[in-house]
């Protein structure tokens, strides 16, 4: 079952076409790595498909409808959660209530605080801390937690491991692994570094100048035709 099809999509800024007739499906369940260099696009696509943006052309079919015309909030309730690049949780308020506001706009389901908080135990000392207070791997934490609240099927996330420690990106990448096993929640995520997008991601998809170039198996690739892909040496 594809739970996201996108359709011939552009994105532009101006007159600057930044998604050229992006076409790419996720079935249920996948988890699909998205790379490319520097201003090739990722998150203008991402932005597109959460509603942040408006598509220029093309379509957004999630669960089968149609929301490439729906504002982001919506899209949200019809499934698509979108963790940003920068992360934008409400600083001057309280984890738990940037929670607590993400669980009221978005679906009934399994996840709750308390579920959210066994996925992601350490979360649990920092609810009654002001947002703008945590560190940046906390706030990934927060940012990836006030998403599973609205009971995504399909969890977006920008830039995954920006700015983190690599302890933090291990931590982190621990916590995406056992969302994966515990639940089927789509994914599909900007990483920066190859390796990591790589060793994780069910597939890699390589955006150069807006366009898809690359889009297959992660463990059918080598690392020579990645690199070939995101730096685009013929
Ligand atoms: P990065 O890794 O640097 O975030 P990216 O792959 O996410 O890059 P985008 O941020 O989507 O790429 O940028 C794609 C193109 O669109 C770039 O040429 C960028 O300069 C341009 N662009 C992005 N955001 C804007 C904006 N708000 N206004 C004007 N141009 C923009």
Known sequence: M????????????????????????????????????????????????????????????????????????????????????????????????????????????????????????????????????LSGGQRQAAAIGRALMANPELLVMDEVSLGLSPLAVQSLYDTLAALRAQRRVTMLIVEQDLARAQAFADRLVCLREGRVVLDAAADMLDRDRITEAYFGME
């Open 2 to 133: 594809t739970v996201l099809e996108i359709r011939a999509l552009e994105g532009r800024h101006g007159d600057l076409v930044a998604v050229r007739g992006v076409s790419l499906a996720l079935a249920r369940g996948e988890v699909v790595a998205l790379v490319g260099a520097n201003g090739a696009g990722k998150s203008t696509l991402l932005r597109t498909l959460a509603g942040a943006h408006p598509a220029a052309a093309g379509q957004v079919v999630l669960e089968g409808v149609d929301v490439t015309a729906w504002p982001a909030h919506r899209r949200l309730r019809q499934g698509l959660a979108l963790v940003p690049e920068g992360r934008r949780l409400f600083g001057d308020m309280s984890v738990r209530d940037n929670l607590r506001v993400a669980g009221e706009n978005g679906r009934r389901g399994p996840w709750t605080l308390e579920t959210v908080l066994a996925a992601l135990p350490a979360l649990a000392p920092l609810l009654g801390r002001p947002a703008a207070a």
